[in-house]
């Protein structure tokens, strides 16, 4: 169980994790691990999840916990690595609640 948080030069975050409750608030209950990277735009805005094929602006807004639904999280580049620590806890939080319950 060991999740690896690292800055990337262009302003990016990557999240690597192999963490049950971390994979369950994901959603990514069948995974062993998961590798997901977050990016803001130079000037601030909308945090996205940014994949090979959907790079930058292109990559998918990403809400509270790191999910794909609820409000929408915005950062500053500044901000970021902060930020995506924080709703990092938040999906380990609501993983544990949901493997408790199973």
Known sequence: MRTKITEGPAGGVTVTTSHPAILAGL??????????????APAGGYVREVTDDRPGILGHQVCAGLSHGGYTLESTRAGLLALIRRELRRARREGARLLSDC
């Open 27 to 40: 959603g990514a209950w069948h995974a062993d691990s998961v590798t997901r990277t977050y990016w803001v």
